[in-house]
């Protein structure tokens, strides 16, 4: 007999293959896939496999160990990476021929020291103040990149930045910072980059001007919604199900408290589900008392708070076998709250429910 998984993970790459061609075709030009941080947690490799399979001509992720990563798998298209450190094993992204992004005359100097010939794209801040050169700086980078390609140090195959506010489409800083990035493309007149891109989800989907020549999809190829309340009903699925197997069952009265601190006392008798997952496995503390699970198909409201191992639902007298299955979340088409409801719950966004949702959870991929 198989033994049941305590706790795991099914990612259902039908529903990301799915989720790659709908964005793919909404916006009519190539996509970059982002399976940075392990694939938002679906499993990086499992993801950039289906979403080639689905016509993505890029990969994004963040850091050069995780392009390496992409490599060593057998993955060879169109790779970008985009967040270094001085130091950082340049010449081991050159040589796989991932593209690195530079922020900087001194990240310039760097892949240039390596004395290899790379394909590199520059990141503009246009807004964000996070990575990339300011405009105040960005003349000097691109005087650097020109003399780089005249001395075969690279070629700059791409230009692009990233939005501040895209999750909200009348926020005035994305109007902005896309004037930037043109106003910064037009300084780079001496450049031919093969692609210049802005648009993260929310805005390839919102935000059609910002589309340009490739749009990096992160949050909605695994089919979440990257601005709740906001986006049209694109049809994507959701690919990721949270799910555990109950552990006990037990009747308790009114006046009992439940889990640490005792902040939830029972106001009648009941009867509670046991789930074997906690902060630990990355439910998230946060959701103590809000969230809630799929049991017998009912939702169960989560009572008391979250432990490191395990967490405690109300069963409302009801009193399912241990050993029955539990929903904790997953595409909400058989009634299971979704990572966008243990999103809310926890007063956080559903990226960080799948990302961080992990530790003891077992993994397992299907429809590959
Ligand atoms: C993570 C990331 C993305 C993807 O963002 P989503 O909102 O998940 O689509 C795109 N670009 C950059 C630079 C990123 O860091």
């Known amino acids: 007999m198989t033994p049941v998984a305590r706790a795991e993970i099914v990612v259902d790459l039908a529903a990301i293959r799915h989720n790659v061609r709908t964005l793919r075709e909404l916006t009519g030009v190539p996509s970059m896939t982002v399976v940075k941080a392990d694939g938002y947690g679906h499993g990086m490799v499992e993801v950039a496999r289906a979403a080639r399979a689905a016509g993505s001509e890029w990969l994004g992720v963040t850091t050069i160990d995780e392009a390496l990563a992409l490599r060593a798998s057998g993955d060879d298209g169109p790779l970008l990476c985009w967040l270094t450190v001085p130091g950082d094993d340049w010449a081991a992204a050159i040589d796989a021929g991932i593209d690195v992004t530079a922020y900087s005359v001194a990240e310039l100097d760097e892949i240039a020291a390596t004395g290899r010939s790379a394909r590199v794209q520059l990141k503009v801040d246009t807004g964000l103040s996070r990575g990339g050169a300011t405009l105040a700086d960005w003349p000097a980078v691109v005087a650097r990149a020109e003399q780089g390609e005249r001395d075969g140090s690279w070629r700059i195959t791409g230009i692009w930045s990233h939005f501040a506010a895209s999750d909200d489409p009348d926020h005035p ?28 989800s929310a805005a390839g989907i919102l935000r059609p001007s910002s589309r340009l020549d490739l749009v990096r999809f992160g949050l909605a190829s695994y089919g979440l919604d990257p601005a709740p309340g906001r986006t049209p009903d694109l049809g994507l699925v959701p690919a990721m199900t949270a799910r ?89 088409t058989h009634g299971e709250p979704t990572a966008q409801d243990w999103a809310e719950a926890a007063g956080t966004i559903s990226y960080e429910i799948v990302t961080r949702i992990g530790g003891r959870f077992a993994r397992r991929h299907v429809n590959a």
């Open 173 to 200: 800083a994305n109007d902005a910072q896309e004037r930037v990035f043109h106003q910064a493309l037009a300084l780079a007149g001496g450049l031919t980059p093969e692609v210049r891109h802005l648009a993260n």
């Open 244 to 332: 555990a197997t109950l552990a006990m069952t037990k009747r308790i009265h009114a006046g009992d408290g439940v889990s640490y601190g005792h902040t939830w006392i029972a106001d009648t008798d009941t009867t509670v589900g046991l789930v074997p997952a906690g902060y630990g496995d990355g439910i998230p503390r946060h959701a103590s008392n809000a969230a809630h699970v799929l049991v017998e198909g009912k939702q169960r409201a989560m009572r008391g708070r979250v432990c490191m191992d395990q967490f405690v639902v109300d069963l409302d007298g009801d009193s399912p076998a241990p050993g029955a299955d539990v929903v904790i979340f997953g595409p909400g």
